[in-house]
């Protein structure tokens, strides 16, 4: 049988408090044996293997402060209120390109058609300012239409479930894709568990195992008294009650962004990751986990 071990502080998004209390009933869970399934998605980077993620992808206002208000620890979890303070003081717009596929679209129809990875295509530098990641969001119309796409993988040779979903980042996305038409953004946050912190109730309707991205993204133009009103509503799961003209939910298979602006910050389950072109796609119940 597989180990089975207790999380640590190191683990700071899974476990945000450890205490006694909760140790003994990690421990209990660990001997009654009870094994759940939960989705992971699969998040591909221009440079890099790709990654499996858990909890959240995030671009924007939220990675932002998760990643500034690392200075402002020390007062424990009222560090991410103090950080949103302080950034709402300075709001940033971000410019970029993001396309998701929709729930509706199952992806069924589509079928692998060439062994080909990122890192086998020719392209320049991702620094280039003509590089060939900057239009790729835009949906390939000349499929539009028919009832069979093909779809080049967006890598093959790597161990693990295929990423049918993806092509190549240098490759237009699938005509069954939603490409967002706004480019100026406060945030863009895609969840895949209900909560992005102990007291944040980001995706209400999200289960271990749905095998959905819960897909959200502010529009620019909204006042950081109506963000700093989303935020607070959040802490309970009524944020999308606000009926807040520039938040937009969506609830995807797969999803790509391309930041335009020319600095800014993306993180994959709280942890920074490269700052540039960037796709994931979820795998259903990949993971096991042990439940109550």
């Known amino acids: 049988s ?11 998004r899974a476990l945000p408090a450890l205490s006694k209390e909760l140790l003994l009933s990690c421990g209990f869970l660990l001997c009654k044996g009870l094994v759940g399934r939960m989705d992971l998605v699969s998040v591909h980077l221009p440079s890099s293997p790709r990654l499996f993620s858990f909890l959240s992808l995030a671009w924007g206002f939220v990675a932002d402060v998760d990643v500034e208000s690392e200075k402002y620890r020390q007062v424990g979890p009222a560090r991410f209120t103090v950080g949103t303070l302080v950034r709402l003081a300075s709001l940033r717009i971000y410019r970029g390109k993001l396309a998701y596929l929709p729930q509706e679209a199952d992806g069924q ?11 086998s295509l020719p392209r320049r530098p991702v620094d280039s300012p ?8 835009n949906s390939n119309n000349s499929l539009r239409g028919r009832t069979k796409e093909s779809v080049v993988p967006a890598c093959t040779h790597l161990k693990g479930p295929p990423d049918s979903l993806l092509p190549p980042l240098d490759q237009p996305v699938p005509s069954n894709w939603v490409v967002v038409p706004e480019e100026d953004f406060v945030l863009m946050l895609a969840m895949y568990q209900s909560h992005l912190a102990e007291d944040l109730l980001a995706a209400p309707e999200a289960t271990l195992d ?5 897909l959200f993204y502010v ?10 009103r989303l935020f607070l509503s959040m802490e309970k799961g009524r944020h999308m009650s606000n009926n807040c003209p520039h938040l937009v939910y969506a609830k995807v298979r797969a999803l790509r962004l391309e930041p ?8 994959v389950d709280g942890e920074v990751v490269e700052y540039g072109p ?8 990949l993971a096991r986990l042990i439940t109550g």
Request: hydrophobic share 35%; aromatic share 4%.
């Open 2 to 12: 597989p180990p089975l071990f207790l999380p640590f502080p190191s683990v700071r």
């Open 210 to 214: 749905d095998g959905l991205i819960h």
């Open 278 to 285: 960037i796709q994931a796609q979820v795998h259903k119940g």
């Open 130 to 137: 003509g590089h060939m990641f900057h239009n790729s969001c």
């Open 260 to 267: 335009h602006s020319p600095k800014g910050v993306i993180t």
């Open 109 to 119: 129809n589509q079928t692998l058609s060439l062994n080909l990875c990122p890192s």
């Open 219 to 228: 529009r620019a133009g909204i006042s950081r008294t109506a963000l700093l």
